[in-house]
């Protein structure tokens, strides 16, 4: 059972919707590479870092000197603090030293997912302003390379680190995974081999840098449009890296299965980093996530810890080849990312057999978890909630009038504390309609706190619709759809799926005269749009259910269309 003290500690303020975590154990006050150092010095011979797909073994003392010898090659490139560097590629060894190597010369990482295609890449690189990209070549569907020179013709007769682009002119250097050479990239390997030529002073350069600094960006879709950049601290990330970590009980002897991707939070923090502050063994079983592939590493690599959202883990339950595989070392971990039905939880607790697994619920701009279940709390909690707490975070349910709701009353969860992100990149208004003058992180999330501290989250204040674990805001999508020639209006939302959770559906009126198939419409998004974004239903309508205001009626949307669904 839970410690009386804890439960004292985590309980709300005054009867109130209001709860700050422990601060019991200071925070981490360093760098990234300040704390891999000190990882290095407490646990060097032991694995850092395993990818099944390449074969690639690390130990801690081994990543490091990559680590570094990257970061020398980036600074050989002309690279310096505080310059933004595009990452574009699913998971794979470059990933994690890309991530690192960064922090150890105080650039800027810019998290670019892996299903970006030509419209969201441009808007992300220009956004921010990346002076480098390193990318993949391709990935499934998506040849990076292509993509690259439809947006960046001039490519092809540059010299790296010489680019000069139309459409995205702030890009100088393109770096390429793999042995192939392309014109006017340089190869991963080459920058390591540079920076094996060419070693950077690093401890001068970590010197100048701040725990305060940004060091990460990640880019999160917006309800009014394009998506808006939250900007992370090496104090954001680090240290809630170091909580997760603590809440699963990771240890040095520790071994981390990472199926979710690098490019999400889930990945590059609670995944790498938390291994980091802890000395535990991270470990790739695919560039994306695959059951099979999954379970033969956790078996192959006596796994004690495993990462997935709920379908990753009912995909791997419902393996026909499940049952050969020996799961018995695995301990702990962490299913986030959608809610967690009570049956899936017991088949995880009993059949993997990870007794210890935990919830976490957060947001990118809270670096990301503000709460997450205990190894020991009962699995009903487990699952209606999403645990308590985390150290140092202080959290309220409001109204719209923004007072303190009592115990058990939904209204908006805020959130306040070292995890609240320094800002959207270049976007003060955006910033300071999430973050107000106290320093409170509005999720537009509704949720409601109990008695004892565990918080449940009820609904949407905002529209977002979550699919399979991925964040769709409708909003980005209508602003997208609204170019194709033949839409006149056009309003996005979320329907239950039983696989996915939701699935997104599009009410569309054509303009007059106009004319369009659902196939035409999806076929327009394909090639342009992330493939999870793309409306699974599209509907033409003559009129769309609005207020006397003129604002849109979601909820009328919604239960027509998962009526229409439910009857078939």
């Known amino acids: 059972m839970v410690a009386d003290s804890r439960v004292q500690q985590l309980r709300p303020i005054d009867g109130l919707s209001h709860v700050r975590g422990e601060t019991d154990k200071p925070l981490i006050e360093k760098t990234i590479g300040a704390v891999l150092a000190d990882t290095v010095a407490a646990c060097g011979d032991r694995d850092a870092l395993i990818d099944a797909p390449s074969g690639t073994r690390l130990s801690w003392t081994r990543f490091m000197s990559e680590v570094d010898t990257l970061a020398s090659g980036l600074a050989a490139m002309g690279l310096t603090k505080g310059m933004r560097v595009g990452i574009w590629s699913p998971n794979r060894v470059e990933w994690v030293l890309t991530q690192f190597a960064t922090a150890r010369l105080g650039l800027v990482l810019v998290n670019i997912n892996p299903a970006y295609r030509l419209s969201e890449l441009e808007y992300a690189l220009n956004k921010v302003g990346c002076t480098a990209l390193i990318t993949a070549a391709s990935f499934k569907s998506s040849d990076y390379l292509g993509m690259l020179r439809e947006l960046a013709p001039e490519i092809d007769a540059s010299e790296p680190n010489a680019l000069r682009a ?8 393109v770096v390429r995974m793999g042995e192939t050479r ?3 990239m340089m190869n991963f390997d080459e920058l390591l081999s540079l920076g094996r030529e060419r070693p950077a002073d690093l401890a001068a350069i970590g010197a100048t840098l701040d725990a305060n600094d940004a060091i990460n960006i990640q880019f999160t879709s917006g309800t009014t449009g394009s998506p808006k950049g939250a900007t992370l601290t090496h104090r954001n990330i680090l240290n ?3 909580q997760v970590a603590a809440r699963i009980r990771l240890t040095r002897d520790d071994r981390l299965c990472i199926p979710v991707p690098l490019y999400h939070c889930f990945g590059m923090v609670m995944g790498t980093l938390a291994c980091m502050t802890r000395g535990a063994a991270m470990i790739f079983p695919s560039e994306g996530f695959e059951p099979l592939a999954t ?14 959202v709920p379908t990753m883990f009912v995909a791997m339950l419902d393996a026909p080849e499940f049952a050969r595989f020996d799961l018995s ?9 959608a809610p967690c039905p009570i049956e899936v939880m017991k088949r995880v607790n009993t059949q993997m057999p990870m007794g210890e697994v935990t919830i976490a619920y957060g947001m990118t701009e809270t670096s990301p978890v503000s709460f997450q279940s205990h190894t020991d709390d009962p699995t009903e909690k487990r699952v209606a909630t999403v645990g308590r707490i985390h150290p140092h975070v202080e959290v309220k349910i409001v109204n719209e009038q923004g007072e303190t709701l009592p115990v058990g009353q939904p209204g908006e969860l805020l959130t ?7 800002k959207y990149w270049d976007d003060d ?5 999430s973050i107000d003058a106290g320093g409170w992180m509005h999720t537009g999330d509704q949720a409601t706190i109990d008695e004892d501290g565990y918080c449940a989250i009820v609904g949407r204040i905002k529209d977002m619709v979550i699919r399979g674990g991925e964040n769709i805001y409708p909003r980005e999508v209508e602003e997208f759809l609204y170019r194709h020639p033949a839409v006149q209006a056009v309003q996005c939302f979320g329907v239950p799926d039983a696989k996915y959770g939701e699935e997104l559906a599009a009410w569309i009126i054509l303009k007059p005269g106009a004319s369009a198939t659902e196939d035409e419409i999806r076929q327009f998004c394909r090639g342009q749009i992330a493939h999870y974004k793309i409306p699974r239903y599209v509907r033409f309508k003559d009129e769309l259910p609005m207020t006397v205001t003129g604002k849109p009626q979601k909820f009328l949307m919604r239960d027509a269309m998962t009526e229409e669904l439910r009857r078939g």
Do not use: F, H, K
């Open 416 to 422: 306040r504390g070292y995890s609240v992100m320094l």
């Open 166 to 173: 139309a459409r995205l002119p702030m890009l100088r250097l």
């Open 295 to 308: 379970l033969q590493t956790v078996a192959a690599e006596r796994c004690t810890a495993l990462y997935g």
């Open 329 to 337: 070392s695995l301990r702990t971990g962490i299913m986030a990312g």
């Open 182 to 184: 392309s014109p006017g």
């Open 240 to 242: 809630n890296a170091d």
């Open 429 to 433: 208004e955006r910033t300071a309609e």
